[in-house]
């Protein structure tokens, strides 16, 4: 497989880049399958920062059909339904009616925007279509760029958490900035990707979130083109910042754009050592015991843990409370996924959580639901 290497920063252009950490032989899909584990693909996980703006990006890229061959996110938890709601309800404050949707995955939010809007229209394009049930949204498979050609006027295009997954943040910008002839409305929901990071989320960063795109980056490319944020809310204790954002005009600003270097650096340098340090911790507790220990999360959160040397030689099986996970093994890892379940009656069970904003709810529900014996390291 051939990666596509970035010998520029994605914001000013740059090439003044550093390189600061490599994770080696990370695997590529962060989901869940059934085929022979010596199909799976890894590839370096090399971060550069540019010294002239501050932003984190990967070194080398998944090229995007291969990164996006499968689709991962296939049940909407809890914590993403309630963002999902109150985000349909910030898209309300503007009613639009006629609405395309970038990467909207299942169409879980425009089911729940048509239960508050009798819109007209509501149009998902989306690399890897896959409608849940009781979704009557219109698929178009595909990626957006400036080769999508619209079949009709959008009064407004929507994306969740989309933006981190973009490769070049300006050009998708610029694209945007030029959808509709300036008439449309722009709403969308990014991860409050700093506060993550500094709290040590292990789905900060990975191979599909390629940069460090903090709100001043993205705040810098819609200025530099013409685009005025008109609201902004902040969601949950850190979890995403929603926007609401009108074309101001058709000058381009000239401005540079921010130099966050030194704080940037000092995040990224003390989020590696937290998880060398936290890696081995979680090691030395393991080969203390006798019992071994569970592994929560078929997703990136485990295979982070994993690359940062967490010894899975003790470790049963992954637990994840997605029912269509169950029975599958976790792509890059010999382990099979299983239920929550597997806890049930058993003395004092050992598990590992490290779940991002999910932490809290998945030990809650382990513990009210499933083993109150149950024992968390971290």
Known sequence: MNTIERKKSVIGGYTDLETMHTLKRFPIFMGCVDHPQCNDLFADQTWDICKRTGVIQLKHLIPLDVLYSDQ????????????????????????????????????????????????????????????????????????????????????????????????????FVHTLAGFGAGKVRHLFSVPNIKSWFRRKYTNAINFEHSVFITEEYIEYLLEKYGLHVNRKVYYGDDHSIFYDVIRAGDNISRRSPPNLYSEHKK????????????????????????????????????????????????????????PLKHNHRLYGTNLIVRSPEVLRGLPSPMVIVKAGSHTTEIKTKIISDINPSTIFLE
């Not at 957006?144 to 997954?165: G, K, L, M, T, W």
């Open 72 to 171: 991962h996110c296939s049940v909407v938890g809890k914590l993403w339904y309630d963002h999902h709601v109150n985000f349909a309800q910030f898209i309300n404050l503007v009613a639009p009616q006629v609405v395309l949707e970038i990467g909207g995955a299942h169409g879980t939010l425009s089911k729940l925007y048509s239960e508050i809007q009798n819109l007209a229209s509501w149009t998902i394009l989306e690399p890897n279509p896959a409608p849940a049930e009781n979704v009557n949204a219109r698929y178009i498979a595909g990626f957006f760029d400036s080769s999508f050609a619209p079949d009709c006027e959008y009064d407004a295009i929507v994306h969740s958490h989309v933006f981190e997954h973009m490769y070049e943040p300006d050009d």
């Open 267 to 322: 995040i990224f340098v003390d989020y590696i050592d937290y998880h060398i340090k936290l890696t081995n911790s979680l090691n030395r507790q393991i080969e203390n015991s006798e019992k071994g220990a569970y592994l929560f999360g078929a997703h990136v959160f485990s295979q982070y843990l994993i690359a940062f040397g967490l010894d899975v030689s003790k470790i049963h099986c992954i637990i994840d409370n997605n």
